[in-house]
Each structure stands twice: as C-alpha cells, then as structure tokens.
C-alpha cells in the first residue's frame, strides 16, 4: 500500500486516497502501454478502462462536493481552488502528489490522443481524488462573514 501512496507517512491523513488515486492511474497507464504496443484488443480495453475510470470520476466528485457542502454548512469557508486544487488546504507533500497524478494523467492524454482518444475521460479521475481529499482531510479558515456563519 505505502508503495501507491507514494511514501506518504502513515500519520498523513488520507493516505489511501493518495494510493486509489495513484493505482488507478497506474492501471490505466498500463492498459495504455499495452495499446501503444500493438497488442490485438488492448486499444477496446484502454477506452473500457477510460470510460470505467471516467464513471469512477463521476462518483468520486459527487462524493467530494457532497462533503465539501457539508463542511461549508459548518461553517468552513472552501473555496473551488482549495478544495480541488488543494491550495491552502493540504500539506505540500499530499498536494504535490495528488496534482503530480493529474499531471501525468493530462501529459498520457497528450501524448496519446491519436492513438487513443477517449483517454481524455481518465483526467477527472486524478483531480476527483484531489478534491474528495480536500473535501475529507483539507484544512479550512472558518467563514467570517457573519451571514453565512453557522459552526455547529
């Protein structure tokens, strides 16, 4: 497990965020050099996982916005950048890694349109893991606007 949250510590929390977010990848990453070897029925695969990794994504934002929504009705002000992005809300470490994995996700996209181009789906994966972390584990300010205070 260690080996897919990327050499997180055991004490940073959401660590097996990290790790879904990192084997997912890995498996698309997989398939896809599978594809780009010219291995017969590896590119109906690739879109297969493409698509599978896309419906994932689909769930993994709901469940992110869901908590997100949550935790901003307790009074936590969160912002779209600190929650997806996790600017401010993650410590370096996890927010490297997680948005490092988008970034490769948005690099195999490029590289690999021609060959493959429902790989575009996979990039929500990544940024819907860093999000539903945010959304469990980020650190937020409390909101100061009075209106729309209600801490419970």
């Keep these: 497990?260690?080996?897919?949250?990327l050499g997180l510590p055991a004490a940073v929390p959401g660590r097996r965020i990290v790790a879904a977010s990192t084997a997912t990848l890995f498996v698309y990453l997989v398939v896809l050099g599978l594809d780009l070897a010219g291995v017969g029925g590896a590119n109906a695969v690739a879109a297969g996982v493409a698509l599978a990794w896309f419906a994932l994504a689909l769930g993994v934002w709901v469940a992110a916005f869901a908590r997100a929504v949550v935790r901003s009705a307790a009074g936590d002000d969160i912002a779209v950048a600190s929650l997806f992005f996790l600017q401010g809300s993650a410590p370096a470490a996890v927010r490297l890694r997680l948005l490092g994995l988008a970034a490769v996700a948005l690099g195999l996209t490029i590289v690999t349109m021609g060959v493959n181009p429902t790989g575009f789906l996979v990039n929500?994966?990544?940024?819907g893991f860093a999000g539903l972390w945010g959304a469990r584990h980020g650190v937020y300010p409390e909101r100061r606007d009075p209106r729309y205070t209600t801490r419970l």
């Design 1 to 5: 497990m260690n080996l897919f949250a």
């Design 124 to 127: 929500m994966l990544p940024i």
